[in-house]
T-cell receptor
Framework: AQSVTQPDARVTVSEGASLQLRCKYS??????LFWYVQYPRQGLQMLLK??????VVQGVNGFEAEFSKSDSSFHLRKASVHWSDSAVYFC???????????FGLGTRVSVFP | EAAVTQSPRSKVAVTGGKVTLSCHQT?????MYWYRQDTGHGLRLIHY???????EKGDIPDGYKASRPSQENFSLILELASLSQTAVYFC????????????FGPGTRLTVL
């Protein structure tokens, strides 16, 4: 069965600092890969996705992610965070995205001024 | 703007009672999903649907039924609610092609006492 590991439950960063959130997946083939963000008391919003091609994908709000087949990873990055980036970030995968997503446990990001 | 709404937004139920959670989408999407989120954890897929009058089991279907009476509506039914079903439930819809993004509703917080 496919699985997703986000090793960091919580990350604290200062405003203006860079951010990297780690995600590793376990699956025999390259799945569809996603990053979602959940703001307090809201549903999830997709930041970016990867299907194939250029391993670095750009998303919304200055986020980007890099896929590594050799490492089975899909890490999320942002060069300079803002206080509004405080949220929970989920990595998700799917072999057939129409059949639903498998989510990691999430990483709670707190940005301090 | 794609929209997924859920009702109720919050509910308290008694153990052994019947609970129905409703989801409505105006995205004209064929695919709909129900996930549950437990405190501090990611989302897990309960049921999904490709088309009206048809539902499929997800990863954790036990104790839940689903109903898709129309393209726009997708319900999750707990025939005999249990304490372990206390969670936040999210509905999502997906339209193939384009960004292939699942759009999530705001969630329903269910507490079973």
């Amino acid at each position: 069965a496919q699985s997703v590991t986000q090793p960091d439950a919580r990350v604290t960063v200062s405003e203006g600092a860079s951010l990297q959130l780690r995600c590793k997946y376990s699956y025999s083939a390259t799945p569809y890969l996603f990053w979602y963000v959940q703001y307090p008391r809201q549903g999830l919003q997709m930041l970016l996705k990867y299907y194939s091609g250029d391993p670095v994908v750009q998303g919304v709000n200055g986020f980007e992610a890099e896929f590594s087949k050799s490492d089975s990873s899909f890490h999320l990055r942002k060069a300079s965070v803002h206080w509004s980036d405080s949220a929970v970030y989920f990595c998700a995968v799917s072999y057939n995205y129409a059949q639903g997503l498998t989510f990691g446990l999430g990483t709670r990001v707190s940005v301090f001024p | 703007e794609a929209a997924v709404t859920q009702s109720p937004r919050s509910k308290v139920a008694v153990t052994g009672g019947k609970v129905t959670l409703s989801c409505h989408q105006t995205n004209n999407h064929d695919y709909m999903y129900w996930y549950r989120q437990d405190t501090g954890h990611g989302l897990r897929l309960i049921h999904y649907s490709y088309v009206a009058d048809s539902t499929e089991k997800g990863d954790i279907p036990d104790g839940y039924k689903a109903s898709r009476p129309s393209q726009e509506n997708f319900s999750l039914i707990l025939e005999l609610a249990s304490l372990s079903q206390t969670a936040v439930y999210f509905c999502a819809s997906l339209g193939l092609g384009g960004r292939a993004e699942q759009f999530f509703g705001p969630g329903t917080r269910l507490t079973v006492l």
